[in-house]
């Protein structure tokens, strides 16, 4: 789960991390109300969206030559007039995509006088079964033209969770980041206040890019993204709490809800299958037959009528999706419990599209003799090759 760069700035505030002054706002008046709060002169509109590259994006309404999402402003007046360019239009940055996202929030912010900036992140090393803290001196830029580019300008730290954040960790970070004296001792202290946050917050991904040194000689949070481990939230119904919805793919939370694991694509071949495995598989064979997936869902192991039928439902709201591919593998999850949802979703929702179905497993005839006697044209397959070549053939038919 993704959150806003103002409520993860909240969050890293508990932990005593240094962050600029600032407030969010949902509509001109209170960017406006937000703005005299702050001393001035400067104030810096930034756009919360759910995506990076924030400042080198472009808003679609307002031309190719208009500011992007991180926007300077000198007056109280300046801040009311991007407020108002910002809000309700679409942005659109390298993580975006030409669809852009909608900016239905800000985040007014105190300006800051800049020496220096760096880069710091953190995330689970899955290779090491550790925490993985990448440090760089060259903040405020794509970290993967920096990896690209000059990769011997980034540093890597590593943390076994078990043994915990050591002194020498806090030491290496500000070797890495060039820093000595007092700014040496607050890089140790950031790099620990970060660590315990992320752990506390069973984070994914923690990234401040930049991390500032100011004029006066402080280390300060300017810009910041956080994630978290979505099986953890359980723990943490105040981080739960800060989800935004508008700023998910609609089908993908309607998913959600029925506890599926379900991702647009851009094809036009929509998939239902069990297993994480075994969908990406059926994904695979459906390129290798020369057409694309429309989504990624895995109904699980042990799915019920209900959850199928939600499944099938959320395939066929995509309006990309020419045809589907169901593939199953009835272990714990029964063939006529999936023959099941299918019929009563087909019916439901009035299917106009190629259905193939692929069943094997626990109660395959049964699950066949459900699908035979539908009254529905329901494609049958062999197995998982008969059933790709077999519903690329029908949306081409179709087409």
């Known amino acids: 789960m993704n959150i806003h760069e103002y409520q993860a700035k909240e969050l890293l505030a508990k932990f005593g991390i240094g962050i600029p002054a600032g407030y969010p706002a949902l509509t001109v008046e209170e960017a406006v109300a937000g703005a005299k709060q702050l001393p001035g002169p400067l104030y810096v509109v930034k756009a919360q969206i759910h995506a990076g590259g924030r400042g080198k994006g472009k808003f679609k309404e307002l031309g190719p030559d208009a500011k992007g999402g991180v926007r300077l402003a000198k007056s109280i007046e300046e801040v009311e007039t991007n407020a108002k360019e910002m809000l309700g239009n679409t942005l659109v940055t390298v993580q975006t995509g030409e669809a852009g996202k909608q900016v239905n929030r800000l985040y007014i912010t105190d300006g800051v006088d800049i020496a220096k900036e760096y880069y710091l992140s953190m995330l689970v090393d899955r290779a090491s079964g550790r925490v993985a803290m990448i440090v760089s001196t060259e903040g405020g830029m794509d970290i993967e033209t920096v990896a690209h580019e000059t990769p011997e300008k980034i540093t890597t730290i590593t943390i076994d969770p078990a043994q915990g954040f050591m002194p020498h960790h806090g030491r290496a970070v500000a070797f890495a980041l060039k820093l000595t004296g007092d700014l040496n001792k607050q890089a140790q202290k950031l790099a620990k206040q970060l660590y315990d946050a992320f752990m506390a917050l069973d984070c994914a991904m923690l990234e ?30 105040d ?16 998913a959600s809800k029925y506890d599926l694991a379900y991702i647009k694509l851009d094809g036009d071949i929509g998939c239902m299958v069990n297993g994480a495995g075994l969908a990406m598989a059926t994904m695979d064979i459906i390129k290798l037959n020369g057409a694309f ?67 094997e497993g626990t109660n395959v005839q049964q699950g066949k003799d459900i699908l035979n006697n539908s009254g529905l044209p329901i494609v049958s397959a062999n197995d998982l090759g008969d059933a790709a070549k077999k519903i690329v053939a029908e949306v081409k038919q179709a087409a």
């Open 208 to 237: 401040i890019n930049p991390l500032v040194e100011t004029e006066d000689g402080k280390l300060l949070v300017l810009d910041t993204k956080m994630s978290f481990d979505s099986n953890s939230l359980y723990r943490h119904p």
């Open 239 to 254: 981080v739960e709490a800060m989800r935004d919805e508008t700023e998910e793919d609609p089908m993908e939370v309607e």
């Open 293 to 359: 997936p429309a989504n990624f869902l895995d109904v699980g192991g042990g799915a019920n009528k209900e959850k199928v039928t939600a499944a099938f439902k959320i395939i066929l709201s995509d309006p990309a999706v020419k045809g589907i591919l169901v593939n199953i593998f009835g272990g714990i999850m029964r063939c006529d419990t999936i023959a099941e949802g299918i019929v009563a979703a087909a019916k439901e929702v009035d299917l106009s599209v190629p259905l193939v179905v692929r069943l």
